[in-house]
């Protein structure tokens, strides 16, 4: 199983990124996925699930209404598009699938 997390940078408060997770190396399609978020000293935060289809997802509260979880099958790709970000969204982020996890990718919200 491998999971590549792509897309993190330094973004101002209100701006926007994609965060981008490739996976492989088990069957994708019928896997639900997890983005998760973890500052240092503190506890690694699930921010979005998505279903094996596609057909349900989950946010944590504080980025209801801003971040949108969404996946494509076919590339063996899982995708969190984050608007409207805010200093404290600042952190590293985990695409997940069961007990595996990416390297993580930083996500930096200043001015």
């Known amino acids: 199983v491998q999971l590549v997390e792509s897309g993190g940078g330094l973004v101002q408060p209100g701006g926007s990124l994609r965060l981008s997770c490739a996976a492989s190396g088990f069957t994708f399609i019928s896997s639900v996925m997890r983005w998760y978020r973890q500052v240092p000293g503190k506890e690694r935060d699930l921010v979005a699930t998505i279903s094996g289809f596609g057909g349900v997802t989950n946010y944590l509260d504080s980025v209801k209404g801003r971040f949108t979880i969404s996946r494509d099958n076919a590339k063996k790709m899982v995708y969190l598009q984050m608007n409207s970000l805010k200093p404290e969204d600042t952190a590293v982020y985990y695409c997940?699938?069961?007990?595996?996890w990416g390297q993580g990718t930083q996500v930096t919200v200043s001015s």
């Open positions: 997940n699938r069961g007990t595996y």
